[in-house]
Every structure is written in C-alpha cells, then in structure tokens.
C-alpha cells in the first residue's frame, strides 16, 4: 500500500492539527513582551478550520471546531461558545466552495482564507457587540483578522499535505 | 479511466450534506451554550467549574512559559544597568532634588488636610489590605481581555476586588480558584467603570471595547473634558474605592473622548489586589430593602397664649439663630426603638 492510497486518520487530520493550533495558542497567551510589543493574538484555529472544508468533508471537522472553539473561549476568558460559532462560521465558506478552490493557486486560495477570516472575525464581532452592548473596536478586530490572515502558510501546507490522502476526494 | 474522471463522483455530495448538516448541529450546540453563559455570573454558572479548572491548569503552564524570557529581561536589565550606571546616578539626582521639593509639599498639604477633616467631621475609607500577585497569561483579543493572576482565594481574593499596577487601575477580579484569579482588564468589551474628571469631577462610565483606550460613555456637561486630564474612580456604586488613577482622557479618532491607560506605561507583570469590600456587601440588603417604621405620632404641645406686646420704633433686620442657641428642648424628640417590621420578600 502506497503512502497516497493510506486512509487518512482522524487522529493525522484533525487530532494532531487541533492540539497543535491550541498549543500555540498557549504559548502566544503568555504574557511577554518581545521589544516592547505584546505578542499577537491570532485565531490559530482558522487554519485547521478553512484547510479541513478543503481537504475533504466529513463530519468530525464540526464537532472538533466546536471542542477547540470552546478551548479557546475558556484560555481567553471569552463567553462560551463565542469561538465555537465563529469558528464554524469560518469553516463553512471554505466547506461550500470546496469544488471550486480544488486546484486553484495559492494566490485564490489565500484570498479565500482572509475572507473565511473576515467571516469569523465579523461573527465574533456581532456577538460580542450583541452580548455586551458596546461594538468592538475595529481596530483591534482588524489587527487579529490581520496576525490570522498570516498564518496562511501553515494552511498551505496542512492542504497539500492531506488534501491527496484519500484518491476518491480528487 | 483515470482518477480524474472520478469513479466516486456520487459520495460527494451525501458527504458534502453530512459535513454541513454536522455544522448545522455543532452551531446550535454552540449557541445554546452562549446563551446560557453569562460572564457576569463567572462563579455560579453551569461552565465555572470547567473554566476554574481550566485556569488552574493554564495558569502554571504559561507561568513557566514566560520564566526564561523574564530571565533573559533580567539579565539584560542588570547588563544595561551596569553600562549606565553613571547616566542613571545622574538622572536620579536630578530626581531626587525634585521630590525633596514635593516632599515638603505633601507634610504641609498632609498636615492641612488632617485639620480640616478633623474640623469637618470628615470619616474616610479606612485602608484596605493589598495582595501582590504576578499575570501569568493574558489574552488581549478584540472579543477578551482578561489575565490570570497567581493569587486566589487562599489569599482572601474574592471576585469584584479591584487590581492595580504601579501606574494606576488595571482591572478587577471576575473569578477566583484557590490559587488563581481572573481579572477582567479595563479594556474588556464587557467592563464598564465609574470614573470621573479630577478637574471637573464630572462623572462618567469608562466602557471598554477590545481596543487600546476605553471609552468615556455618558459624560455629562460642558467643557467637562479636555485633553490631558487625570481621569480617577469616581466610587460612584461602592463597586470600587474612589480615586484610583485611571489614565488620561485623549481625543479618539471617531471624535469622542477616550482615556490613554495609565498602565499602558508599563507591561503589567506584578499586580496588587486590593481586598477591598464592596460598601454594598457590607450590609444585609434583606434589612435594607425593608420599609422603616412609620415616624411617631407627634405630640401637639399646649401652646401658651401669647400677650401682646408693645411695637418696636424701628425694625431689626433677621439674624440667623446660631445652632447652638436653641435649646435642648426644642430639639425633637427622639424617636422609639425600631417596631418590629412586617414580613417582606424584598423587591426582586
């Protein structure tokens, strides 16, 4: 059996990507400051969020962004399930033109991942302008769209890594 | 046929449904659990227990991550210390002469200020306890801005006591586990404040947003503001003590009047809780909220019939009577001990 015609398994796919975002996101929380700046805040787990609607669809990406979503709402203190939503609100763009991104260059495909970003990112910021009465300042949700949107390469490279895994989702 | 022509063309789509009808189902579970959070409620709802052992097992871990940067800082403070000694004795000199000056300031003003209470009758807060506590995580999203901080209730942290750096105000504390705490940083979308203007000492609420300078909602009067005023607690609620130093009120790029953090001076690394009891907690509010006694009757005294009296040549302009002129027995009578009042669930 060929390394290509190998069932992809969930703990390769989504297990290992989903504590590695978490991970990271753990250490980013800690509290230094690198030349007088405090490190960024991105939402590590859009990566694995826009790569698995375009690896392949299956039902356990939904359920692991809701686990890592409500991981994150308790790291950062947010409400429950804020994450969670915008997380999935990030990986459905991604799931319903899958089709269409199949093949596509990087320069498509990173354009489709800062509008996945956005889309959660615009989530986050209706809920949480609903939850406490007073929007968000745009500025900052703008500089967390921005540390996420760089993330893209790790995107890149979960896709290419698993998106030939299983030959019947070509 | 090669793969391309896609031999299993007919599972994509039951696959691509099933995908979003598990995202269908993963959302409303997510939504339920929103509505069902309330942040306010951090110590009794139904997810405390996970987000207390959660900070209690987040709190070491980022705790030793952020130990050897601290190292590395240190021992690039004390290099640089080092090199510049000389420039930095200079500096402190300078320093030193200034605060001298302000020193005989303040035992004058301190002195002035103890006579006046003293005339005025003048009760203040009594000084409240501190805890010095270090940050160990923080997240400074758009969405949350709290911190954990290495001190808890063994310590007598309890949720609502304020936290401060050296510089000023930076948060208070929304949940509590033995060992850790979170505090809910002045920046948070959900935090609102009652601060005031030490110039004006118009009051208004300090509303965070996520973003770097909290907002100054419902500021009243004119001119109550301008930039470069110290804004403090006002106190206003008895949430927290009045005349914490807060930041400076800067004009912010939509036009309205923000306030630049003063512990934006500094990176926030130790803190000090102040184990300050909320006026409000002090009191049994069952007691409070019950309807006081009726006043008692009030005794009609025979009034003596008055004799008339000669005019006076010239009149004789009305003098204010000195408090202390009246006699004990104008004074009103004191009122009876306190009747029993009825049974009453306060109002909700």
Redesign the interface.
């Known amino acids: 059996m060929t390394a290509i015609a190998r069932p992809l398994r969930f703990s390769r796919w989504i297990g290992a990507p989903l504590l590695a975002c978490l991970a990271l996101s753990l250490v980013l929380a800690t509290p230094i400051h690198v030349l007088g700046l405090p490190l960024p805040e991105p939402v590590t787990l859009m990566v694995p969020a826009f790569a698995w609607g375009v690896i392949r669809p299956a039902l356990a990406p939904a359920f692991a962004l809701l686990l890592g979503g409500l991981a994150l709402d308790v790291l950062w203190g947010a409400p429950s399930g804020l994450w969670a939503i915008s997380l999935l609100a990030g990986y459905l763009p991604g799931l319903a033109i899958r089709n269409v991104l199949a093949g596509q260059s990087n320069l498509v495909l990173g354009v489709w991942f800062a509008v996945s970003c956005l889309v959660a990112q615009g989530v986050g910021w209706l809920i949480t302008a609903a939850v406490t009465g007073s929007p968000p300042a745009l500025a900052a949700t703008g500089l967390q769209w921005l540390s996420t949107v760089l993330l893209f390469p790790f995107a890149v490279w979960l896709i290419a890594r698993f998106r030939d895994a299983d030959v019947r989702f070509r | 046929m090669s793969?391309?022509d896609?031999p299993?063309g007919e599972?994509?789509l039951p696959?691509?449904l099933?995908?979003?009808a598990?995202?269908v189902?993963?959302?409303l579970?997510?939504?339920?659990?929103?509505?069902?959070?309330r942040?306010q409620t951090y110590q009794t709802g139904a997810?405390s227990a996970?987000?207390r052992a959660?900070d209690q097992v987040?709190a070491p871990?980022?705790g030793a991550?952020?130990a050897p940067?601290?190292w590395v800082g240190g021992v690039g403070q004390g290099i640089s210390g080092y090199f510049f000694a000389a420039s930095e004795n200079r500096r402190l000199k300078t320093e030193l002469a200034a605060a001298r000056t302000w020193r005989e300031k303040a035992v004058t003003l301190e002195d002035e200020n103890a006579r006046y209470r003293a005339l005025l009758g003048l009760t203040l807060d009594p000084p409240a306890p501190m805890v010095t506590a270090r940050?160990?995580?923080?997240?400074?999203?758009?969405?949350?801005n709290?911190?954990l901080i290495n001190a808890g209730s063994e310590r007598g942290v309890k949720v609502g006591h304020p936290v401060l750096t050296e510089n000023g105000l930076a948060g208070r504390v929304?949940?509590v586990t033995p060992r850790i705490s979170?505090m809910?940083m002045l920046t948070d979308?959900?935090s609102r404040t009652p601060v005031m203007i030490q110039r004006t000492r118009a009051r208004a609420i300090l509303?965070?947003?996520?973003?770097?300078a909290p907002?100054l909602s419902y500021l009243r009067g004119r001119d109550a503001a301008k930039e470069g005023d110290l804004v403090l607690t006002s106190g206003d609620g008895g949430v927290l003590p009045r005349g914490f130093a807060v930041g400076r009120v800067v004009r912010g790029a939509d036009g309205g009047w923000r306030v630049r953090l003063a512990t934006d001076a500094a990176?926030?690394?130790y803190v000090r809780i102040v184990l300050f009891e909320d006026f409000v907690t002090l009191e049994d509010l069952r007691t409070l909220s019950r309807p006081s006694p009726p006043p008692p009757p009030t005794p009609v005294p025979a009034l003596p019939v008055p004799k008339p009296k000669p005019k006076p040549t010239q009149a004789k302009p009305v003098q204010a009577i000195p408090t202390q002129a009246i006699p004990a027995q104008a004074k009103p009578p004191p009122p009876p001990a306190a009747q029993p009042a009825p049974a009453r669930e306060p109002a909700a």
């Open positions: 793969f391309r896609n299993f599972v994509r696959l691509l099933g995908a979003a598990a995202a189902v993963a959302l579970v997510a939504f339920a659990l929103l509505m069902a959070d942040r997810s996970l987000r959660s987040v871990i980022t991550l952020a940067v601290r940050a160990v995580s923080e997240s400074r999203g758009p969405y949350a709290t911190r929304i949940g979170r809910l979308a959900a509303t965070g947003d996520g973003g770097w907002e990176p926030i690394d």
